[in-house]
């Protein structure tokens, strides 16, 4: 029988490429597709792997990364710029909507999104997010992100491919972007918190990457909507208290949401006018300050029975 063929969009990223590299040791061809950056040298060059140029935007550049795919995982987008509720809408909804219109021409059998509970709108550990495509989102992120998981079904009632959302928690530890930027701004005694406590689901990074690989390769006839997270429940303050303090970093400031938003409005400034990219904006805090926290049972069920680290004080050695 031939090996299953997984492309993987973004797979320069941070989580694309996280998943790539553990995924390449499975008995399967890759097809990484990137855009701006490359691909690490240590996974460009096994035997397994082939690395495709890509533009979401135009349609043409994609025939070739999914001739013969059998799953696409998709992960590419931007995020860390200025006025996301302007090219949102292109770079998340339109993007994706080019990537299924090719998938389906490729016959490719499933698409997996990766996604996250915001796009349910608030929830809490007591109402967890349940899988549901009628959620009111507030943030802009969340809004497209909801907008490319209903694309995802209409297309697959129409072309017949396994539609998969996998909605994913926090991923942490050490080489997570967000993760690192917070343990940067933390050891200059810039990162601030607001006060609200809020609930935030979390999962490992190697945990996240078992539980995509068996929605990817590993599992037949996987279809539908997986909360992907891990049995801990905490605040999004608790967290990064714990977090810093293992690292020997001063906690963040508890600061009023003003002045939160103010820098987050000076970060989209430069943004706008510098070209380079905004490690905050107020679309982030938007998001940021929305609880959310998912129904795990199915992802346990079909995914992934046993948890690495359970809680993240578990895993507290991942940073």
């Not at 995924?23 to 397994?48: A, I, R, T, Y």
């Not at 495709?52 to 995982?73: G, H, P, S």
């Amino acid at each position: 029988m031939t090996k299953q063929r997984i492309a993987i969009t973004g797979a320069a990223g941070n989580l694309g490429s996280l998943l790539a590299q553990k995924l390449q040791q499975e008995d399967v061809e890759l097809n990484l597709l990137v855009h701006n950056k490359k691909v690490p040298n240590d996974l460009s060059d096994k035997k397994n792997v082939s690395v495709f140029k890509i533009d979401l935007a135009k349609e043409n550049t994609l025939f070739a990364a999914f001739n013969n795919v059998d799953t696409i995982v998709h992960f590419a987008g931007v995020l860390f710029k200025a006025n996301p509720e302007k090219f949102l809408p292109e770079t998340n909804t339109q993007y994706f909507k080019n990537l299924l219109n090719v998938a389906t021409k490729q016959q490719v059998k499933r698409v997996i999104l990766i996604s996250f509970p915001h796009v349910e709108g608030e929830t809490t550990p007591q109402n967890p997010a349940t899988g549901i495509l009628s959620g009111k989102p507030i943030s802009s992120h969340a809004q497209t992100r909801l907008e490319e998981e209903k694309l995802l079904f209409q297309y697959a009632e129409q072309y017949k491919f396994e539609p998969v959302s996998l909605r994913v928690g926090m991923v942490y530890g050490k080489g997570i972007l967000m993760i690192d930027a917070a343990q940067w701004f933390a050891r200059h005694y810039l990162l601030g918190i607001w006060k609200q406590p809020t609930y935030v689901h979390l999962i490992s990074k190697d945990d996240f990457v078992n539980a995509t690989i068996a929605a990817a390769a590993i599992k037949p006839n996987i279809q539908g909507i997986y909360h992907i997270g891990d049995e801990g429940i905490q605040t999004l303050q608790q967290f990064l208290d714990d977090i810093t303090t293992y690292k020997k970093n001063p906690t963040p400031w508890r600061m009023p949401l003003w002045m939160i938003m103010t820098a987050a409005r000076c970060f989209e400034f430069y943004s706008y006018i510098s070209g380079n990219i905004s490690p905050l904006t107020r679309d982030f805090i938007k998001i940021g300050r929305v609880s959310y926290y998912g129904d795990t049972k199915r992802m346990r069920r079909e995914l992934l029975p046993t948890l690495k680290y359970k809680t993240y004080k578990e895993g507290i050695n991942l940073f």
